[in-house]
């Protein structure tokens, strides 16, 4: 067990509709980052987040958008959803003071079906 | 740009064999970092190993080792003896500055089926 926390394990919504994942740091971690999976593309990085404050952007469609709140847990919301979408969504964070060299804990990943 | 390429998609080896994984990377910064996460079948992601470019020096332990060349932009991953347990999706990494904060980028990932 990581100790990050992402809710729902999986979620299957149609297209066009919007979708909000939740993840919870481990305690004491300040970063949250949000990286999509899938099979063609493979892990890709969206957004990272440090203590309420975006910090670096990926590949993140204008479609989405990410927030971390003060009590640090973080949201990915993915609107006017495609079938491309689907993929599984891994949110992470990373101990504070590292920086470059803080390893990723991942939670289990948030399985989106959109049909 | 930063870039992370694992050209192995899949390896399929027998149980107690040796196998290496391949990682090449491109970056501007001197300044980075390079890991090796490995994703099981039950899919969560886990942190295996960093290395930082200023620290070329190869590290092994127990049955994984890993050799990282800066002059070919390298850094590789040897499972010894094999076991049915290693079966899963390993992942190179690299994680530079970026715009006020990190960014880590992963490669394609290289599929290992261990048989027994």
């Known amino acids: 067990d990581s100790g990050v926390t992402q809710t729902p394990k999986h979620l299957i919504t149609a297209t066009g509709q919007r979708v909000t994942l939740r993840c919870s740091p481990r305690s004491g971690d300040l970063s949250v980052y949000w990286y999509q999976q899938s099979l063609d593309q493979g892990l890709q990085f969206l957004i990272q987040y440090y203590n309420g404050e975006e910090r670096a952007k990926g590949n993140i469609l204008e479609r989405f958008s990410a927030q971390q709140f003060p009590d640090l847990h973080s949201e990915l919301n993915l609107s006017s959803l495609e079938l491309g979408d689907s993929a599984l969504y891994f949110c992470?964070?990373?101990?504070?003071?590292?920086?470059?060299?803080?390893?990723?804990?991942f939670g289990e990943g948030s399985r989106l079906t959109v049909l | 740009a930063q870039k992370v390429t694992q050209a192995q998609t899949e390896i399929s080896v027998v149980e107690k064999e040796d196998v290496t994984l391949d990682c090449v990377y491109e970056?501007?910064?001197?300044?980075?970092?390079l890991f090796w996460y490995k994703q099981p079948p039950s899919g969560e992601l886990v942190f295996l190993i960093r290395r930082n470019s200023f620290d070329e020096q190869n590290e092994i332990s127990g049955r994984y080792s890993w050799n990282f060349q800066k002059s070919t932009s390298s850094f590789n991953f040897t499972i010894t003896a094999s076991q049915v347990v290693d079966s899963a999706v390993y992942f190179c990494a690299l994680s530079e500055a970026h715009t006020g904060g990190f960014k880590t980028i992963f490669g394609a990932g290289t599929r290992l089926f261990v048989k027994a």
């Open positions: 992470a964070s990373s101990p504070p003071g590292q920086g470059l060299a803080g390893e990723l804990f």
């Open positions: 970056t501007r910064d001197t300044t980075y970092y």
